[in-house]
């Protein structure tokens, strides 16, 4: 081949792209996926709906989503009681295309996005991609947002976005609902939309804590939430926000990719969300299954996280690549992330759950 020098954006030079290991392996505990498949009456749904969809695959999909975002108000309302009109609510293939649209609309340069680390890997790519600066403000020993801290940030720095994932990934920990508020309340008079990422929603132990009772009270809300976690539909690439007010939602769509939700994707996603029944066992199941491995941790003697997600972050090991490590030999594969010393291992079946455990104990007494 003939010479030529690829002409790429010199910020992207040297990264990596994102991602975690897809391995075959017995227990695969390193990306929050839920572990149950769907029933066998929810893929036989699937199908039909979409074989009827097919019928229309000649033209493109309803830009819209109109029958989607109605799906997600009913689910919305029926998760936290709170309704809200589909003026509001805006899709996407995952929270991370949302993210991304959030971005492209409202960050940009000149423009700043404020985070708390150690929290989700992908911020600082959705404000790299956008020519967004990323703040950030470290959160405290246990992982908390030091509320004043956060709001002079604010003040000082002027950013246009504040992104809070709550419970945060890769530590677990939900922000408390009345710190929440000062943080909106603060960027309110300061110009800043707040957005809570609430990927991890539906597994908080306090049913009251969501975001989304607090977007009619402020008009600078933003929450994100996901069918990857919980719904255990990470494949089918859905995410959603639900937003203060329809202007928030009318902005992302100038930003949007034309036809950007396929007509399978969106009707595939309205049938699970016709489901969530199967759902809610499960999520029950592994929030029990949660709190069982916080307290085998803690009888290990480790320091664990307080988790309101479908994930545990615990620690601290003087060489935690080679806990990771030892647990991958033994089939079981965990998440090498967030701060040194602390591993996260998300929540499994709990056949895979009792194996990590095993594993965990038989790796720490070998490296003694
Ligand atoms: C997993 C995760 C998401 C979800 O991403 P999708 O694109 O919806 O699959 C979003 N935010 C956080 C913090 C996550 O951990």
Same mark, same amino acid.
């Given at each position: 081949?003939?010479?030529?020098?690829? /002409?790429? %954006?010199?910020?992207?030079?040297?990264?990596?792209?994102?991602?975690? /290991?897809?391995?075959?392996?017995?227990?695969?505990?390193?990306?929050?996926?839920?572990?149950?498949?769907?029933?066998?009456?929810?893929?036989?749904?699937?199908?039909?709906?979409?074989?009827?969809?097919?019928?229309?695959?000649?033209?493109?999909?309803?830009?819209?989503?109109?029958?989607?975002?109605?799906?997600?108000?009913?689910?919305?309302?029926?998760?936290?009681?709170?309704?809200?009109?589909?003026?509001?609510?805006?899709?996407?293939?995952?929270?991370?295309?949302?993210?991304?649209?959030?971005?492209?609309?409202?960050?940009?340069?000149? %423009?700043?996005?404020?985070?708390? /680390?150690?929290?989700?890997?992908?911020?600082?790519?959705?404000?790299?991609?956008?020519?967004?600066?990323?703040?950030?403000?470290?959160?405290?020993?246990?992982?908390?947002?030091?509320?004043?801290?956060?709001?002079?940030?604010?003040?000082?720095?002027?950013?246009?976005?504040?992104?809070?994932?709550?419970?945060?990934?890769?530590?677990?920990?939900?922000?408390?609902?009345?710190?929440?508020?000062?943080?909106?309340?603060?960027?309110?008079?300061?110009?800043?939309?707040?957005?809570?990422?609430?990927?991890?929603?539906?597994?908080?132990?306090?049913?009251?804590?969501?975001?989304?009772?607090?977007?009619?009270?402020?008009?600078?809300?933003?929450?994100?939430? =996901?069918?990857?976690?919980?719904?255990?539909?990470?494949?089918? %690439?859905?995410?959603?926000?639900?937003?203060?007010?329809?202007?928030?939602?009318?902005?992302?769509?100038?930003?949007?990719?034309?036809?950007?939700?396929?007509?399978?994707?969106?009707?595939?996603?309205? =049938?699970?969300?016709?489901?969530?029944?199967?759902?809610?066992?499960?999520?029950?199941?592994?929030?029990?299954? %949660?709190?069982?491995?916080?307290?085998?941790?803690?009888?290990?003697?480790?320091?664990?996280? /307080?988790?309101?997600?479908?994930?545990?972050?615990?620690?601290?090991?003087?060489?935690?690549?080679?806990?990771?490590?030892?647990?991958?030999?033994?089939?079981?594969?965990?998440?090498?992330?967030?701060?040194?010393?602390?591993?996260?291992?998300?929540?499994?079946?709990?056949?895979?759950?009792?194996?990590?455990?095993?594993?965990?104990?038989?790796?720490?007494?070998?490296?003694?």
């Amino acid at each position: 081949m003939t010479e030529f020098e690829l /002409p790429i %954006r010199q910020d992207l030079i040297g990264h990596t792209p994102y991602g975690a /290991p897809q391995q075959a392996v017995r227990a695969r505990l390193n990306v929050n996926e839920n572990p149950f498949p769907p029933s066998i009456e929810l893929r036989e749904a699937l199908a039909e709906a979409v074989s009827s969809a097919s019928e229309n695959l000649n033209r493109y999909p309803d830009r819209e989503a109109v029958q989607l975002r109605n799906s997600l108000s009913a689910y919305i309302e029926r998760e936290t009681g709170v309704s809200i009109g589909i003026d509001r609510i805006w899709s996407a293939n995952g929270s991370n295309e949302i993210m991304s649209q959030i971005f492209s609309a409202f960050g940009g340069p000149s %423009r700043s996005a404020l985070t708390f /680390p150690p929290t989700y890997s992908m911020y600082p790519e959705y404000s790299r991609n956008s020519f967004t600066q990323l703040l950030s403000v470290d959160r405290d020993i246990n992982f908390g947002i030091d509320v004043e801290s956060a709001c002079q940030a604010i003040v000082e720095l002027r950013p246009t976005l504040v992104l809070i994932a709550s419970p945060n990934n890769p530590t677990g920990n939900a922000i408390a609902i009345h710190d929440l508020e000062t943080i909106i309340e603060c960027a309110r008079v300061n110009q800043a939309l707040v957005v809570v990422d609430e990927a991890y929603a539906e597994f908080r132990r306090d049913i009251e804590s969501t975001a989304v009772r607090l977007i009619d009270k402020y008009p600078n809300v933003i929450v994100t939430r =996901t069918l990857s976690k919980a719904f255990g539909f990470a494949g089918g %690439r859905v995410g959603y926000c639900l937003t203060s007010t329809s202007e928030i939602v009318q902005t992302l769509m100038l930003v949007r990719l034309p036809y950007h939700l396929s007509a399978l994707t969106q009707a595939a996603a309205v =049938t699970a969300l016709a489901h969530d029944f199967e759902l809610r066992e499960q999520v029950s199941i592994l929030r029990e299954q %949660r709190d069982r491995i916080v307290s085998e941790l803690h009888a290990m003697g480790l320091d664990v996280a /307080p988790s309101d997600a479908n994930f545990v972050f615990f620690g601290t090991f003087p060489d935690r690549h080679a806990i990771w490590q030892g647990l991958c030999d033994q089939g079981v594969l965990i998440r090498e992330t967030g701060p040194d010393h602390w591993l996260r291992v998300s929540v499994g079946t709990p056949e895979e759950n009792l194996l990590f455990l095993d594993s965990l104990r038989e790796v720490i007494r070998a490296s003694h």
